[in-house]
C-alpha cells in the first residue's frame, strides 16, 4: 500500500513591510547557524519570517486594498 505525502505549500513573508519578497541572504547556513533571509522591498535582514498559506495571503492582500480604496 504506498501513501501519497501532501505536499504543503508554505509562503514565507516578510515580518517588518509584510510581503511576500524574503529571498536567502546567506547561504552559509547549515546545523548550526539558522537560515538568513533578506527582504528586497524593506531590506529587512534577518532569520524570523511569517510562513502562511498562499490562500491566506491573497486574503490579506485583497483586504488591505479595500482598506485604501475607502
Known amino acids: 500500500m504506498k ?3 501532501s505536499k ?5 513573508i516578510c515580518p517588518k513591510c509584510k510581503k511576500a519578497t524574503l529571498k536567502t541572504a546567506v547561504n552559509v547556513a547549515g546545523w548550526l547557524t539558522p537560515n538568513i533571509f533578506e ?6 535582514i534577518g ?3 511569517i510562513e502562511i498559506n498562499p490562500k491566506d ?3 490579506t ?4 486594498n479595500e482598506d ?3
Open 57 to 59: 495571503l491573497e486574503l
Open 61 to 64: 492582500q485583497n483586504s488591505d
Open 68 to 70: 485604501q480604496l475607502k
Open 8 to 12: 504543503k505549500v508554505r509562503i514565507r
Open 3 to 5: 501513501f501519497i505525502k
Open 39 to 44: 527582504c528586497t522591498s524593506c531590506d529587512y
Open 47 to 49: 532569520a524570523l519570517y
